[in-house]
């Protein structure tokens, strides 16, 4: 291996999804270069669908109160992004990851209060000092979402390259309307996620969670390589 895919490498598997962050602030060059790097990022025909509301300070704190208060409306309706029934070798990975996460937090299954007040930290950006709230235009197909998904992913490794650390959250698309008014969305856009940015609070026993993926053997198939 040379020493550049070495270091890409490095960086790559050196990416969690952090939980608890530290306040040491992040500065905003840091911040545009990181998106600089990402808008590098592959898209159908270059239509780079991506739009990013970059928040700190008071302002992600206004965004993270208006979202607590709705948090605690129990009428709210809950967001399924996943299927019901989840076919079972998904289901038994969330699982594990449930029962690694939750035990990290020393909360118990049965504990529904401790639960929903941990999930309840998405909405402040697990204390990072950086919150960004992610759009897609609705008009846009499933493929559109796929170029997004390569966004996000090399703006989590371009963090990294930077000693930075981040976690990407679904949980905010439950809030369409309440983000949408607060930050003054365009129209026809809709909410894909969130993502916390900053530094890992590395004494954190949630943040040393090692969640296990599946071997290459487990979900690649190859042929004709060999000839």
């Excluded at 607060?182 to 969640?211: F, K, T």
Aim: hydrophobic share 40%.
């Amino acid at each position: 291996m040379n020493s550049d895919a070495y270091i890409v490498d490095s960086v790559i598997r050196s990416r969690k999804a952090v939980r608890v962050f530290r306040p040491d602030a992040v500065s905003k060059e840091d911040v545009i270069a990181i998106l600089d790097v990402a808008r590098t990022a592959p898209s159908n025909s270059n239509t780079q669908p991506w739009r990013v509301h970059v928040l700190g300070g008071h302002f992600k704190q206004q965004l993270s109160d208006a979202l607590a208060t709705a948090y605690a409306d129990v009428t709210h309706p809950p967001l399924q992004h996943m299927p019901e029934p989840l076919p079972d070798s998904f289901r038994s990975r969330q699982e594990d990851f449930g029962v690694r996460y939750y035990g990290a937090l020393r909360i118990d299954k049965t504990d529904v209060v401790a639960r929903s007040r941990a999930t309840g930290r998405n909405f402040d950006f697990f204390g990072a000092p950086v919150g960004m709230i992610f759009t897609v235009d609705a008009c846009l197909k499933k493929y559109s979402w796929l170029d997004y998904g390569l966004f996000l992913q090399t703006i989590m490794i371009a963090a990294r390259s930077r000693g930075l650390d981040t976690c990407p959250q679904v949980s905010f698309a439950r809030y369409q309307t309440v983000i949408a008014n607060h930050l003054q969305i365009e129209p026809g856009h809709e909410v894909v996620c969130g993502m916390s940015l900053g530094y890992a609070d590395n004494d954190s026993v949630v943040n040393r969670l090692n969640i296990p993926r599946e071997s290459v053997d487990r979900f690649a198939r190859f042929d004709g390589l060999d000839e």
